[in-house]
């Protein structure tokens, strides 16, 4: 009787044990997200490759440039103003110099006569055209006096434009010379 009594036992324990372990089999089951084998076979696991697929479908150009030949970037080769602006202002710091955006920036400089001066310049590029108005010039000023207190500020149009007319001059000079030696 008493072997009997266990086994009664055993069976709602078992089966108690199968109707949890089925509710959970449902439950984990429900959890899983569809997978469609279509999308796992377009992956590609090499991220070189991806990035190589991913500009060819969305090319970029700069400035206009032609979209049929796909990724663009010549600007900093064949940009007679960029190359004129970083032989121009060789003297300068180089922090950035971002080709596709257009931008070059130059980090703090001082003259030895002045220590306690400093300017700071970003050229932004425009346009790739040799026009004066194709860059703009930003130049900032730091003052320090002798407790190391600094004020910033930024200069005027003037000293901006004289920048930009070495910088014009210099590509205006650049092309002269490829010109030149084209003809050759």
């Known amino acids: 009787m008493i072997f009997m009594k266990n086994m009664t036992n055993l069976n709602k324990i078992l089966n ?3 109707i949890s372990t089925l509710f959970l ?24 490759e991806r990035s190589k697929e991913f500009a060819e ?6 400035f ?3 979209k049929s030949k796909g990724t663009n970037f010549e600007f900093a080769s064949s940009n007679v103003l960029w190359r004129a602006t970083l ?16 931008i070059i920036i130059y980090d703090w400089y001082s003259d030895d006569n002045k220590p306690s001066e400093q300017i700071k310049i970003s050229v932004q590029f425009l346009s790739n055209e040799l026009r004066s108005d194709s860059i703009k010039i930003t130049a900032h000023k730091k003052q ?23 910088i014009i001059l210099t590509a205006r000079s650049i092309k002269i010379d490829e010109i030149k030696s084209e003809k050759k």
Do not use: M
């Open 87 to 102: 032989k121009s202002l060789e003297f300068l710091p180089l922090i950035n110099a971002d080709y596709t955006g257009g």
């Open 25 to 48: 089999l449902l439950f984990l089951n429900s959890c899983q997200k569809n997978v469609d084998k279509s999308e796992n076979e377009k992956f590609e696991p090499n991220a070189y």
């Open 64 to 66: 206009g440039g032609n």
């Open 16 to 18: 108690l044990k199968n």
């Open 57 to 62: 479908k969305n090319p970029v150009t700069i």
């Open 144 to 166: 320090c006096d002798n407790s190391n207190k600094c004020t910033n500020l930024i200069l005027d149009k003037k000293f901006s434009d004289s920048i930009k007319e070495k």
